[in-house]
């Protein structure tokens, strides 16, 4: 029943900073936690970063931590992906996900997910 929409996608030179958002249908996220995932063509789903529902606390993955932070409006309608000093091997489709982890491992599973964004492209050139 929940809709989710990612935005903020796009063609960007390697070095560059980019936001991505996620957005859901009814207008509050505050009832998940929040999942960011990444796939490239031929290669396997990814987990990205992602915040607890209750404690609010944000992870990202090793292979992008230093540039990649997890975050969420005060109003709780909206997460982000702040995305810096982006390199081409970060090029992939990326999706927003919500459900009910209550840890940080559950959190990382994308299998543990209820629903899911359509997802938005973004490519880094060098």
């Known amino acids: 029943q929940v809709q989710l929409v990612e935005s903020g996608g796009g063609l960007v030179q390697a070095g560059a900073s980019l936001r991505l958002s996620c957005a859901a249908s009814d207008g509050s996220l505050s009832s998940y936690s929040m999942g960011w995932f990444r796939q490239a063509p031929g290669k396997e789903r990814e987990f990205v970063g992602g915040?607890?529902?209750?404690?609010?606390?944000?992870y990202t993955a090793d292979s992008v931590k230093g540039r990649f932070t997890i975050s969420r409006d005060n109003a709780k309608t909206t997460v982000y992906l702040q995305m810096n000093n982006v390199k081409p091997e970060d090029t992939a489709v990326y999706y927003c996900a919500a459900g009910p982890a209550l840890s940080r491992t559950t959190l990382a599973q994308g299998g543990r997910y209820d629903y899911w964004g359509q997802g938005t492209q973004v490519t880094v050139s060098s």
């Open positions: 915040i607890l529902k209750s404690v609010g606390n944000t």
